[in-house]
């Protein structure tokens, strides 16, 4: 008896922490009911807190699910922005006050968060995602809402939305190079493999049609599930198919797989090239720099660049969260798209959306991967492009760079034999 | 002739890792009848053993003796998830026995809470174990075919924990007494077995073979709070095939989907490959609800 | 049904409804669009979570496949969406990836009563096919759930490697418009509020006369004994495949309601992950009972907002200690609870017949 008089007190107590927690919400979401519909379907979202000397913004990457492994990094990043200008005395004045929100690598949750951070937080900008697939799932949102996203991940192009600005890399500027590089230096014959989502198949496909271009040869093309973690049969079929190059799309788990089966089924960097675009340092700590010594990656940023902006952005990354944590191109992406609204909003003077898009038409910023422009026209931003090779010391040696910054053209309307890819935008 | 030997050998070694992550469940569930959601878990809890295991052996012994970290690994991973299986057991699991289904549900829970954990204590990112260097390289059979071995050293393992489970569950009396609780608890209760103690027991047990699971696992592949989801699946599809209840079954269960899984995806692609064998596993089962090798009874609802 | 007279107890449950009645109906009053939108996905997950009480509560048949019965729906009505925001063109993920006409079987989507149609028949249809089979060779159990979970996989891999005809990873989004108006203007919320809310109970009346029904008794029959419901004479497996069937479409409905509420369905929501909190739902809002399942979903779901805004970094810890707490002590879910507080004397009279039967199928339906 006494047991169960216990459970039910226990059951009460929770049930109605439940409840006042749900009514707590609720009350947070009446509050501003009235005014909040308005303010949603009028439009305009301003976005700027009028009360006074702060100003919202939102934060909202993966904290748990299978994407944490890559998000949680750029969000650390993003913060550690946010901190940076407060320290300087914020923005207009006012300091910016992040809302974080947690997308639970589940996509339907992104564009859930994306809506609540506009309707109820009112935050003045967004910085989030990771994945292609959250993109488009809050691209909607933003566009209904009129808010705006900074989203700082490579990805496969061929999309510009009003109210986003892409941060990483499109696809000129980082894969078309990297495939004329490795025909220039390391052979014709590629093999492709990647993950069975929207980046590899669309990137796979542009390669493909380059190759066509530019005088490669395709010796095959594979597609393994999110989270498979046995190579063992696909590295035999690679190795049957004996390519100069396998151009590496696989998505941040199944590389720690691949690179270590590669290994020891016996074959090295000076047996076949490895070119991958999702593997940057951070990856690099979880896989084992001695897996990956020799092998390449294609990015805009390495923590080893050279210039004095990140110099100091890796020692304060180090400084806040660990001597042991590295910095790597979305994380670096995340932390310039902060400085770049930042940039933006003191030189519109508001938070508006449109203000702030006007503003950041051309706005130039020393990043610590060097200058960086933003594309007015597709709101995507000029960056360099680099190849790099992994060290004993899991950093990467820069091997070819384009030394200039690339325009970014996410239709890849700049050449020729992409004409087929995209008869849309 | 080289490829046939080569996918042969992918399909063993598949076979073997299935095997490793399905063994710990074939007890907990197969014998227990807990569906252990959490299994997953474990296995990620003897994966973090290991990485744990190596910065100790990386801090505190000189760089000569960092390759023998591995050998310690293997029973402190399995020590720790023998150790949080109890407290699971003592916990939670006592509660559930006899409802497997609402097992299913409240491991669900403990699973979220573990990876969540996992996520604080050693942060979102992958984290990297270096394996030993006498583990690198492989044995070269012919030209062409190498059988790395780490993946011999994974079925040499498997060969192993399955003899020792072996040993004691059929040859030895803590092992009788397991069987006798699992096949007839009111009986064994009277004839003066302490039932909870083998419950507990029997429960741990699983749970560290998770851990040696997850500790050969970091030779292989990812180390990370999600990795126990990835194998969860496939694990509880092992032992369904097999035949709850029978410890051959398991084997003949990992044997089948493994080479199966392998010539499926030599043949096709990746995803499809993974279509096929599970369109498989749901048409056998039809066929033969029991799993490969049944238990015996002649209850009807058993 | 007969009448009953009005005890006390009776009175406290119609006030009870009429309470939920109003609230439901003054909804857009006193929340904000983005509330009101939350909600309104919480009452879709409700109907997949009377359909899953269905099956469960009352049949005793665990399913972890639900979330592909929920997918193939919310597909369905995205299709049509996809279509009309794309107005005559091809839908932009096809373009990049690389097909140049409509396939075929997309063309009958352009019909909404089409998509309507097989929103709800395709899930159906794919549950008798299944159940047939299963229910047949006398799967049952743990197997039958495991079962499901292949299913799960077999579809989302499928899904997922098809990119050219389902988008992939990605899945479907970037709706504009239903019937010409845009679906992000306030009165088209309301009113798909409005229509959710109506669906829901229209979906809860039908499955209550179903289980007040004799076919509602042999349901309960076969759960808590199904040789002897066979020895009796009746033919279980067509039973388990009628509710499996019926229960998958209540699960295509509430996921076209879904799409017209989130503007997005992708792979993920049919996953294992999904399949598995909404038998959470049930479980914690109380199997057995129509109400417990349809509050749990709804309860469960804002516990899960309000948790995941407040604290984004623990919300797991709450939410699984949840799930372990409710599982462990409250079998009877929190429908249980608040009979055990609100009713203590009737439960005592009650122990005997209605409350012990209910958690008496679990114990069953696990041994099997």
């Known amino acids: ?425 | 002739m080289e490829v046939l030997f080569l996918q042969l050998f992918n399909g063993i070694s598949v076979s073997s890792i299935l095997l490793l992550i399905a063994l710990g469940l074939a007890i907990t569930f197969g014998l227990m009848n807990v569906i252990n959601m959490a299994h997953g878990e474990l296995i990620m809890i003897g994966a973090y053993s290991t990485y744990v295991t190596q910065n100790i052996f990386m801090d505190l012994f000189p760089e000569s003796m960092f390759g023998w970290y591995f050998v310690l690994a293997i029973p402190v991973s399995f020590l720790v998830a023998f150790v949080i299986g109890l407290i699971l057991e003592f916990t939670l699991i006592r509660f559930l026995y006899g409802r497997p289904l609402d097992s299913l549900l409240a491991t669900w829970g403990v699973a979220l809470v573990l990876q969540q954990l996992a996520r604080t204590i050693f942060g979102a990112p992958n984290v990297g174990v270096t394996s030993p260097s006498w583990l690198n390289g492989g044995l070269t059979v012919m030209d062409g075919v190498v059988f790395p071995y780490k993946r011999l050293f994974i079925i040499a393992l498997v060969a192993i924990t399955l003899f020792i489970m072996y040993l004691y569950i059929y040859r030895s009396n803590a092992g009788r007494r397991m069987r006798a609780v699992m096949q007839n608890r009111d009986m064994a209760a009277c004839l003066g077995v302490s039932t909870r103690r083998v419950d507990a027991l029997t429960f741990a047990i699983g749970s560290g073979i998770a851990g040696i699971a997850g500790c050969a696992l970091t030779l292989l592949g990812p180390i990370g709070p999600s990795l126990g989801t990835y194998y969860i699946v496939d694990a509880f599809m092992v032992v369904v095939l097999g035949g709850v209840g029978k410890l051959v079954g398991t084997v003949f269960g990992a044997l089948g989907i493994g080479v199966t899984n392998t010539v499926f995806e030599y043949w096709t692609t990746a995803s499809l490959g993974k279509v096929l064998v599970f369109v498989c596993i749901v048409a056998f089962l039809q066929w033969r609800p029991k799993g490969l090798v049944a238990m015996r009874t002649r209850q009807l609802d058993s | 049904m007969q009448l009953r007279t009005l005890t006390p107890q009776r009175i406290y449950i119609l006030i009870g409804y009429a309470v939920a009645a109003t609230a439901l109906f003054c909804a857009p009053l006193y929340l904000n669009d983005f509330r009101l939108n939350l909600l309104a996905k919480f009452l879709a997950f409700a109907i997949v979570a009377l359909g899953l009480d269905l099956i469960w509560g009352y049949t005793g048949i665990l399913s972890l496949g639900h979330g592909v019965f929920f997918g193939l729906g919310a597909y369905a009505m995205a299709m049509y969406l996809k279509l009309e925001a794309s107005g005559g063109r091809l839908p932009d993920f096809m373009e990049w990836s690389g097909l140049s006409s409509l396939p075929l079987f997309w063309k009958p989507f352009e019909s909404f009563g089409f998509a309507v149609a097989a929103g709800l028949l395709i899930p159906a249809l794919l549950a008798l096919f299944l159940g047939y089979f299963t229910f047949r060779n006398r799967i049952k159990g743990v197997y039958f759930t495991i079962l499901t979970q292949a299913l799960v996989i077999i579809t989302t891999t499928l899904f997922i490697g098809q990119q050219a005809f389902t988008g992939g990873t990605n899945g479907l989004t970037g709706f504009s418009t239903l019937f010409g108006t845009s679906l992000a203007g306030t009165g088209m919320k309301h009113t798909l509020y409005y229509v959710t809310a109506a669906l829901l109970i229209v979906a809860f009346v039908l499955c209550r006369v179903i289980v007040k029904s004799r076919f509602g008794k042999v349901l309960r029959a076969v759960r808590d004994g199904e040789n002897r419901a066979r020895f009796i004479g009746y033919n279980p497996a067509v039973y388990q495949m009628v509710v499996f069937s019926i229960s998958g479409a209540l699960a295509g409905l509430a996921g076209m309601l879904f799409v017209l509420h989130v503007g997005i369905i992708s792979p993920s929501m049919m996953g294992i992950v999904p399949s598995i909190e909404m038998v959470l739902w049930v479980a914690i809002g109380g199997r057995g009972t129509l109400v417990g399942a349809a509050l749990g979903a709804i309860l469960m779901n804002s516990a899960k907002s309000v948790f995941s805004e407040n604290y984004p970094d623990a919300w797991l810890f709450f939410l699984g200690l949840l799930f372990v707490i409710v599982v462990v002590f409250l079998p009877k879910g929190l429908v249980g609870l608040f009979s055990r507080i609100t009713f203590r004397k009737r439960k005592e009279s009650e122990e005997h017949d209605g409350a012990a039967a209910i958690s008496h199928p679990a114990v069953r339906a696990g041994n099997g």
């Open chain 1, 1 to 425: 008896m006494r047991k169960r008089v216990w459970s039910s007190v226990l059951l009460l107590v929770l049930s109605l922490s439940l409840i006042l927690a749900g009514c707590g919400s609720n009350n947070g979401g009446t509050a501003p009911a009235s005014g909040g519909a308005e303010t949603a379907s009028g439009g305009s979202n301003s976005g700027s807190s009028g009360d006074g000397s702060e100003i919202k913004v939102g934060i909202l990457h993966s904290l748990s699910g299978t994407m944490a492994i890559s998000e949680k990094s750029v969000h650390d990043a993003e913060l550690m922005a946010i901190e940076e200008i407060n320290a300087k005395g914020g923005v207009l004045g006012k300091k910016l006050v992040p809302v974080i929100e947690d997308g639970a690598s589940d996509w339907p949750t992104f564009a859930e968060k994306a809506r609540k951070l506009i309707s109820e937080d009112k935050v003045a900008t967004v910085f989030g995602g990771w994945t292609s697939a959250s993109r488009k799932a809050m691209l909607p949102v933003f566009e209904e809402m009129n808010g705006l996203l900074w989203y700082p991940v490579q990805y496969e192009g061929l999309e510009s939305s009003p109210n986003i600005f892409y941060t990483g890399a499109t696809t000129n500027q980082q894969i078309v190079p990297a495939v004329t590089w490795l025909l220039e230096n390391r052979g014709k014959k590629f093999y492709l493999l990647g993950s069975d989502y929207v980046f590899p198949r669309t990137a796979n496909k542009i390669i493909k049609e380059q190759l066509k271009a530019e005088g490669g040869e395709l010796a095959g093309e594979e597609y393994t599930p999110l989270g498979h973690t046995d190579y063992s049969t696909i590295i035999s079929k690679i190795q049957q198919a004996d390519p100069d190059v396998v151009f590496n799309t696989l998505n941040g788990d199944s590389n720690v797989a691949f690179f270590k089966q590669l290994k020891d089924a016996g074959i090295t960097a000076q047996d076949m090239t490895t070119l991958s675009v999702s593997v940057a340092e951070e990856e690099i700590r979880g896989i084992g720099a001695d897996v990956l010594e020799g092998h390449l990656a294609a990015w805009n940023y390495y923590q080893t660049t050279d210039t004095p902006e990140n110099k100091t952005f890796v020692e304060n990354y180090k400084a806040k969260y660990g001597a042991d944590r590295v910095t790597a191109d979305p994380i670096e992406a995340g932390y310039t798209a902060v400085y770049l609204w930042a940039a933006a909003v003191e030189k519109a003077g508001s938070t508006d959306v449109a203000a702030v898009k006007e503003a950041a038409k051309g706005l130039e910023w020393n990043a610590p991967e060097g200058k960086v422009t933003i594309d007015g026209e597709n709101q995507h931003i000029y960056k360099p492009v680099r190849i790099g090779e992994v060290q004993a010391d899991g950093q990467f040696k820069e091997l070819w760079s384009t030394g200039e910054e690339v325009k970014p053209d996410p239709y890849l309307k700049g050449y020729d034999w992409a004409a087929s890819l995209s008869s849309g935008g």
